[in-house]
């Protein structure tokens, strides 16, 4: 045969887990959607179907399970180093475990209900825990996060060719999903907080930014997390640009001096970029 | 020919419309995807090709816009008050028109930034209007809104046959995504005072109330949308049931006494009811 | 209490059913995703939180699969009728009970495998069965068809007003993405058949139109279904207009007689409408 | 600032582009959905604004058009090696350009009609073409193929620890939906004969393998390409267990060898690994 196996990965996806403290007083929600993968020595289950090295994706649904009941859950990145290690340390043919985990906030109905919540999908906060042979590797971020300006947004005095048709503009609606991963420089962060501050800068910077593109305002958010946010290492931004054309209201006899959009799915732009810790 | 024309509509769906009020300080928004469906006097369109009667779909798209330029939006059931009756005003072959409406709710980055926004896809609201020969209906609604309770649900003492597994339990996780859709009794009511109270009056109901059912529970909503709210003739509600089934920990020597919970997709239950003005 | 209790019903929704005939050989797949609802004597589950009359969700998922075991399957109309039969006939607070199947296709790899197979997801057959107290209704159907034509298809003469844009033209690109649902006129045809035949006019009259406009066009496909498929009594047809735009090349120098197109999305015209036996 | 840009790209995705050949007899139809990501001397416009060297997403989508009707699109491989060849050898600033593409396939209606088409979804061919200062390169693939195996599947004798609770089995259902990615050897190849041969050889080795397990089957699918498909020079296969759990219908006093099966969607295992060329 002339052929062999090159890098391979396996593991369970979209294990939805709900964990309700009930002993707290009022209740507490976490609500995480687990996958996991592990690279190691798998070679002979893929070249000679032995399976003895290969622990089940079944198996790992279960200990995401059991770890959620034999301790308290805490973070989602704690969470996630709990499980990788596990299984870096127990499992012998594994050289390395990543866990991925996505968290559902639960909002609290009224403010302060003890037991009902509604869920806030503004926001889904993410992780992403890697554990090999060199250590432990934690990241985090957040997805799929509608944000729009109105104003202080241009795009002008780019190249061109035969193929161009776009205008100018100094004044455009600018609209994206932000998808933002980010990695710390430790694995002993305060999680919950630091979540939460990158958050807020990534929104403030957004929110203030003069933008001269879309590349410009992905530049100037990420820079404001590297210097705001300590604990950050780098950043990687995914932007689409969420295109709102401005609508032709001429056949009508109407102007629209930047007041009625219609905004379009497909096809869309997208930016993406890491900004990185100078010297880091 | 054996066969013949019966009931026909035809529309424009998916109108995205994004309009920006720069007048005001700070800026608006308004975010709304607009459907219109149209009935009437379409038949040889059907039958002949003939198209003298068909006001095309393009028509109502443009319509859409220029009217959003022409005069504020206000609210989504206003404006789909005016898109109606347009129709059924001035196209000739047009008996009726319904107009559904899906707001994105946009919310100030930092609470108070003039010109940037968040989207709250939390709460989706919805507006349906329908405008005939017999005059207008106004209807409102949300979509999608994800609650759960971790306390005062149960489920028992049901109807057994052989196929009957499900034990009795007087605790359990009950999670739903409500869509609710309730009609006005009236055409000029407060529309956005309206809207806000009917879903903060359904999230509470859903919060205080003692289930032992999800149909229970769904009545008491609607039940406390009808006695607080004067202005809703009814209102519809459809349940979802987002079954959390307690996972089984004790292969692993672990108790689980109502903490550790998977959340599953499918199948789930529906559970969808109307509940009504009593002599209305 | 100035509510009460309106139109209600409830079932179990996404019960993904798949049966391997493993005495046939070569073997055989029968996939069926099935949503069983319920309509009856369930008042006091709402108002009192009274469980007696009420049959788990969970026991009707049972059912499907006991069912699935007992004897075999069928085609998704008579496994529906089987089903839904026996919920009226044996649980006493049911009125009527309706179960909507959707079945994918499993087509044998190579054409002649025994025992692998490919999924064929370009029509997904559907079934839609009632069974109340005046006897059973049983309909059919395909979901989401994506066919187009790039002759014989044109759109003019319409009806005009002050929000006209759109030319008339003689020659478009026509798509849609078909739902069809018919109900049978007896409870006793050769389904499989029957769903063959229907599919293979809607496909055919699809094809042969001259179309004046997606009306017109269902008109026909509806109406050459009456005329040549005895079974049906009548037809429903859900035809979106999957708009694709020709591209304007003049900017590039180019001309473009319906060469190049742009398919969207949104917004996108639906037409709808019913065909019916003349007389019936 | 303690910050810098690292590595960026940027681009337009979901170009939809529908071309018809009218000249043909029987017209053609070729339906891409094109992705174009550029990477080049870009840091200006992140850190400065300065949009001088960049060319517009704008522009990128104007591009595809354009070439689609300046010369035949030819297979989807020739198209993306055109477009990204274009970006690298006319823009200044673009020092590699990668173009994904996923292609529709559409089947005569009946067979032979000459100008009316539905959908075959069942495969969606991809391609991805990456052309940088070291030449090109070219990678095909299919997405989402759902395939699915009633005999010759097992999966047993794996490692077990105090989270196991999978029973081995030598009889199980093994479903996937295969998404395969490879790469050529050459940027001169027979693209579309050397899709449909590496299809067809997924498919057969599939069906004709004795699975000990999905990795198992993952190689010898590999395996069997890289072996049958000179033009091939690796291949990634990324493939999600899509669990069919055998249903316990001992409540119901039925037994269950193998017949009766619930498919999941969450959790799912996923296999994924590259196989190579050995040697190469």
Not at 83 to 90: E, I, S, Y
Not at 236 to 249: C, E, F
């Amino acid at each position: 045969m002339a052929h062999a196996l090159g890098h391979n990965t396996y593991g369970k996806s979209g294990v939805h887990l709900v964990v309700v403290d009930r002993d707290a007083s009022p209740h507490t929600v976490v609500d995480l959607t687990v996958d996991i993968r592990l690279e190691g020595d798998f070679g002979a289950a893929h070249t000679d179907g032995d399976n003895t090295a290969v622990v089940p994706t079944d198996t790992m649904r279960g200990t995401v399970f059991a770890f959620a009941r034999a301790k308290p859950v805490g973070a989602p990145e704690e969470f996630g180093l709990r499980l990788a290690r596990h299984f870096v340390d127990t499992v012998p043919a594994v050289q390395a475990a990543r866990v991925g985990l996505r968290s559902t906030q639960w909002t609290r109905i009224g403010g302060d209900h003890p037991t009902a919540f509604v869920a806030d999908t503004s926001v889904i906060r993410t992780a992403d825990v890697r554990v090999g042979v060199g250590g432990a590797e934690v990241g985090a971020g957040v997805a799929d996060v509608a944000v729009l300006k109105t104003a202080d947004s241009g795009f002008s005095d780019f190249f061109a060719d035969a193929y161009t048709t776009l205008a100018d503009t100094d004044d455009r609606l600018l609209a994206t999903r932000m998808t933002a991963d980010w990695r710390y420089r430790a694995v002993d962060v305060d999680w919950n907080a630091a979540a939460t501050e990158v958050q807020s800068v990534l929104l403030r910077s957004f929110a203030d930014h003069h933008s001269a593109s879309l590349q410009h305002t992905l530049y100037a958010m990420g820079g404001a997390v590297i210097d705001q946010c300590d604990d950050v290492a780098d950043i990687h931004l995914l932007l689409p640009n969420v295109h709102h054309l401005l609508v032709d209201l001429t056949p009508y006899g109407l102007d629209n001096d930047n007041r009625v959009f219609v905004a379009t799915q497909e096809p869309y732009g997208v930016i993406e970029a890491t900004v990185v810790r100078d010297g880091g």
